[in-house]
């Protein structure tokens, strides 16, 4: 079958699944990862769309991070040997900083990456790591299409009030203004949205991506008005490993009076933050939620505070909410922490139903609740191999070259 490989290469895992061309609204037909496997080595695992696995091996790695280049390679020999009838169509890629450049899914030539690189130094913790996957899904697939979709597109419509900083026009111009990101699970939650509820989802909607990286977005009519992260991925929410927010000032500080340079200012806000640093015990929220220590609930509280004057603030960019939608890996799953978000807002008319939000309802909002709530699986792979097929679909209809596909608005 003619099928879609998404790649999705981070820092610290490298997500793939296959779609077939003509049937990507069905789902992966498999997918998989490779990971830490939280004992010092990393884990690879296939699994099939009925769930079931088609691989599972363990690597040992130094440093217990495996390096994106062997998970790469680790990928594709399996998929060499696993699937000898591959039939790729095309290659779709989450990139996660397109610039201003870039505000669709794009076709990748030499001059694209060349772009793409130079957009590294912003998504530091991510976009080198995109562009690895790139760079071997090129060598190992030549001729084959290879596609660029990003996480920063969603957000391009934003009006200059919410992209642009205080600062002199001139930097606006020169591309430091908020991007926004997380689009690409936006885009798809979006949708979802309107297929589960189509007339809220016309209506003033803030959706919570809470994972390791984590942001908040105002969409009205499927489009974003605002989102809390900016130029890089650091604004915004206190995430896994990352500061958030953060006023300006103390970084003049930390270079005048600490001495700190860039790489180390770099560490600091992407790595030694978030929940990590608060609580001095780890990133990962199931570990928090499952400590005593009162650092480890100090940290779950800067959390959610941030969330909730965040939440007032996207509210405010649509001059109100009408539904609040939960997803990534905390917002699916951790009901303890939906809960204590939605205690904020009594006041608004939002409530959530403590059944509802215990057992794996879609809707969570109290009959009483004015705002609606919802918890809605985020999708980033399908989203990639909806835009990819899109773009192959306009391609073949047009009969014109990729790279010269024109979109509708
Ligand atoms: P990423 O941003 O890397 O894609 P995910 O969306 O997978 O991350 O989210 C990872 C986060 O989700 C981790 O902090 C993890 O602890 C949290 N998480 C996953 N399952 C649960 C759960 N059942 N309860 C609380 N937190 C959870």
């Known amino acids: 079958m003619r099928s879609i490989l998404t790649l999705n290469a981070g820092s610290s895992s490298l997500k793939f699944a296959l779609f077939g061309l003509t049937d990507v609204h069905h789902g ?30 363990r690597y040992a790695v130094p440093g217990a991070v495996i390096d994106a280049d062997r998970a790469i390679e680790i990928l594709l020999a399996w998929l060499s040997t696993a699937v000898p009838k591959l039939d790729l169509s095309a290659v779709g890629h989450r990139v996660v900083h397109g610039g201003a450049e870039f505000s669709r899914p794009v076709a990748l030539d030499d001059g694209v990456v060349a772009a793409l690189t130079r957009l590294a130094r912003l998504a530091p913790l991510h976009q080198p790591f995109n562009l690895k996957g790139i760079a071997a899904a090129r060598a190992a697939f030549p001729g084959v299409p290879q596609i660029a979709c990003f996480d920063t597109a969603f957000h391009a419509g934003h009006a200059f009030e919410q992209a642009a900083f205080g600062l002199p026009r001139a930097y606006y111009e020169d591309g430091i203004r908020r991007y926004g990101f997380h689009g690409l699970s936006y885009d798809y939650v979006a949708r ?44 915004g929410l206190v995430m896994g490993t990352r500061c958030g927010g953060i006023d300006p000032g103390v970084l003049l500080y930390l270079m005048a009076e600490k001495g700190m340079d860039a790489a180390a200012l770099t560490d600091l806000l992407y790595r030694q933050s978030g929940l990590k640093g608060l ?41 109100g909410i009408d539904a609040l939608v939960f997803t990534g890996g905390i917002g699916e799953n951790s009901a303890r922490i939906r809960a204590e978000v939605a205690a904020g807002f009594d006041w608004l008319g939002l409530a959530i139903d403590p059944a509802r939000n215990t057992d794996d309802s879609v809707e969570l909002s109290a009959p009483s609740s004015r705002v609606r709530v919802f918890r809605i699986p985020t999708d980033e792979d399908a989203m990639i191999a909806r835009h990819v097929a899109g773009l ?17 608005a």
Do not use: Y
């Not at 099939?48 to 696995?53: L, N």
């Not at 589960?196 to 008005?225: D, T």
């Open 192 to 235: 979802q949205l309107a297929r589960i509820a189509p007339a809220v989802a016309e209506e003033r909607v803030v959706i919570a991506h809470l994972g390791n990286g984590a942001s908040l977005c105002a969409v009205r009519s499927g489009r974003s008005v605002a989102s809390t992260m900016g130029f890089s991925a650091l604004d």
């Open 28 to 57: 992966q037909l498999i997918g998989g990862q490779i990971a830490a496997d939280g004992s010092g080595g990393a884990r690879f695992l296939v699994r099939d769309c009925a769930g079931g696995v088609l691989a599972d091996r």
């Open 279 to 319: 609580s001095g015990l780890s990133h990962d929220m199931r570990a928090l939620e499952a400590s005593a220590a009162p650092q480890a609930a100090e940290a779950i509280a800067c959390f959610i505070a941030r969330i909730r004057r965040e939440i007032g603030a996207m509210a405010a960019a649509m001059g």
């Open 392 to 408: 192959m679909a306009a391609a073949a209809a047009d009969l014109v070259p990729l790279d010269q596909v024109k979109w509708a």
